[in-house]
């Protein structure tokens, strides 16, 4: 008898385990696999800052999927978006069609977490998928189109202000593409360098904490002579249009 096995999601833990599976199972005619997701790519999520920073192509960092499981016939993919699960069913609900399954992998991955700050949602960015680094880059480009035409000091360098909230991995690997990039940005907008304002809020009173003392102070020390200021010890209150009300 058939056996259904179906895995939602084709991030890292859905691409792993369907090539897992297909090796295990690649000689059972009874098992099928298939792996359903909203995307027909699989999206090199470490990267995300690399094309909020314009330093390389939403397209650099996607895989297609087709490609990726091409020695591995005994997936099928679908590109899908899944709404829900019948579970008594035993039924992926998808927009567009319906998957019986014997076995459910569940692997959508995760959603960036705002803790429940007010305006964060309406007023803040998130780094957490190819969409959010493509908003972030458009608004970084935006807000230095429009310094560009003000000729009000304060509200220029307002618009120059940036800031990144959280030290770890994503958060400093962020600041550093706007250290790189705002040299090319004040060049190609007219700007003056000195107007730009990078920040880091980090409520921990470390930055990095994931990794060796050595390394926190050798990234501290990069941060700290590239002008970033850091704001440490203290968390974020609430996010306003213009504002960012921190926790003191």
Same mark, same amino acid.
């Given at each position: *008898? $058939?056996?259904?096995?179906?895995?939602?999601?084709?991030?890292?833990?859905?691409?792993?385990?369907?090539? $897992?599976?297909?090796?295990?199972?690649?000689?059972?005619?009874?098992?099928?696999?298939?792996?359903?997701?909203? @995307?027909?790519?699989?999206? +090199?999520?470490?990267?995300?800052?690399?094309?909020?920073?314009?330093? !390389?192509?939403?397209?650099?960092?996607? +895989?297609?999927?087709?490609?990726? /499981?091409?020695?591995?016939?005994?997936?099928?993919?679908?590109?899908?978006?899944?709404?829900?699960?019948?579970?008594?069913?035993?039924?992926?609900?998808?927009?567009?069609?319906?998957?019986? /399954?014997?076995?459910?992998?569940?692997?959508?991955?995760?959603? &960036?977490?705002?803790?429940?700050?007010?305006?964060?949602?309406?007023?803040? /960015?998130?780094?957490?998928?190819?969409? &959010?680094?493509?908003?972030?880059? &458009?608004?970084?480009?935006?807000?230095?189109?429009?310094? *560009? #035409?003000?000729?009000?000091?304060?509200?220029?360098?307002?618009?120059?202000?940036?800031?990144? !909230?959280?030290?770890?991995?994503?958060? !400093?690997?962020?600041?550093?593409?706007?250290?790189?990039?705002?040299?090319?940005?004040?060049?190609?907008?007219?700007?003056?360098?000195?107007?730009?304002?990078?920040?880091? #809020?980090?409520?921990?009173?470390? !930055?990095?904490?994931?990794?060796?003392?050595?390394?926190?102070?050798? &990234?501290?020390?990069?941060?700290?002579?590239?002008?970033?200021?850091?704001?440490?010890?203290?968390?974020?209150?609430?996010?306003?249009? @213009?504002?960012?009300?921190?926790?003191?």
């Amino acid at each position: *008898m $058939t056996k259904e096995i179906v895995i939602v999601g084709a991030g890292y833990a859905g691409v792993s385990a369907a090539r $897992t599976l297909a090796k295990k199972f690649k000689k059972d005619q009874d098992i099928n696999i298939t792996l359903i997701d909203k @995307n027909s790519f699989h999206t +090199y999520m470490t990267e995300l800052h690399e094309v909020a920073g314009g330093r !390389i192509e939403a397209d650099a960092i996607k +895989y297609d999927l087709q490609r990726i /499981f091409k020695k591995y016939p005994k997936v099928q993919l679908v590109t899908d978006k899944v709404l829900e699960v019948d579970y008594d069913k035993k039924e992926v609900i998808a927009e567009h069609q319906t998957l019986k /399954f014997d076995y459910l992998l569940l692997a959508m991955g995760g959603e &960036a977490n705002d803790f429940g700050t007010p305006g964060v949602k309406e007023h803040g /960015f998130t780094l957490w998928s190819i969409e &959010a680094a493509e908003a972030l880059h &458009a608004h970084i480009l935006d807000a230095c189109k429009r310094a *560009m #035409v003000e000729h009000d000091e304060e509200k220029r360098r307002a618009l120059l202000t940036f800031t990144v !909230i959280g030290a770890g991995f994503t958060g !400093i690997e962020m600041i550093g593409e706007l250290i790189d990039w705002v040299p090319i940005l004040a060049k190609e907008h007219k700007l003056d360098e000195n107007e730009f304002s990078l920040k880091v #809020v980090e409520a921990m009173p470390t !930055i990095l904490n994931m990794v060796t003392e050595k390394k926190k102070t050798k &990234a501290l020390r990069y941060l700290e002579k590239k002008g970033v200021e850091l704001v440490l010890c203290d968390g974020v209150a609430s996010v306003e249009e @213009n504002r960012l009300n921190l926790s003191s």
